[in-house]
């Protein structure tokens, strides 16, 4: 366990006496499920320690894949303390407060699943993201328009598919402190629903 007070051990037991979370359905089908799955399966380093934010009761990580630890951040105890991926987990409102308690290069990669739509302070998320990554460490972050709209910013529903992939690279640029950037589009075919990321690789902290 960290020595942040604010970071727990993962597992139900984190939870003690508190309501069951309300596990919600999954947002889109199982293809794209899969999809995601395996987006962290070639993108997440085996054996690496893994950053998970604005997560909830399931992380989609691989199950077949260890890894040295899963640290989730989000806006849920219940659910945070039910998600089976965790090894430790932080209650923490990323637009009140972008900065996260974690040392410069600690995680050896990132995933950001449905969230980045509601952030309010996109560019800033990202480039902590990127101080908290080792160098040449990925973060994930994806997307599908099947998402509920929920309090999504108002510039993302004025756009289409494309546009959000390059409204999200261009959160990377601003962030200055990544490199290799790409956009993925893992809609299967035949149809389902569809499955957008935008991954990219740490260079370090930003320059002040």
């Not at 003690?16 to 979370?21: A, F, I, L, N, V």
């Not at 261009?170 to 629903?193: K, S, V």
Request: aromatic share 8%; glycine share 10%; with cysteine.
């Amino acid at each position: 366990m960290a020595s942040d007070p604010l970071l727990r051990p993962g597992g139900r037991e984190a939870w003690p006496g508190g309501p069951e979370p309300e596990l919600i359905p999954p947002l889109v089908d199982d293809a794209a499920i899969a999809a995601l799955t395996d987006i962290y399966r070639h993108t997440l380093p085996a054996g690496g320690a893994i950053l998970d934010l604005a997560c909830g009761w399931m992380s989609h990580l691989p199950p077949e894949i260890a890894y040295a630890r899963v640290v989730g951040i989000g806006d849920d105890a219940c659910a945070l303390a039910e998600n089976p991926f965790l090894d430790e987990w932080r209650v923490q409102d990323l637009n009140a407060d972008p900065r996260l308690p974690f040392a410069a290069g600690a995680f050896d990669g990132a995933a950001l699943c449905a969230a980045l739509p509601r952030l309010t302070r996109p560019i800033e998320v990202i480039r902590e993201v990127g101080r908290v990554l080792k160098p040449g460490a990925p973060l994930v972050v994806t997307f599908s328009n099947r998402f509920p709209a929920g309090r999504r910013l108002a510039c993302w529903h004025l756009l289409d598919d494309a546009g959000q992939l390059c409204l999200i690279v261009h959160y990377f640029a601003e962030a200055g402190n990544w490199t290799d950037i790409r956009c993925l589009h893992r809609t299967l075919p035949g149809g389902g629903d569809p499955l957008y990321a935008v991954a990219g690789r740490s260079l370090g902290p930003a320059p002040d």
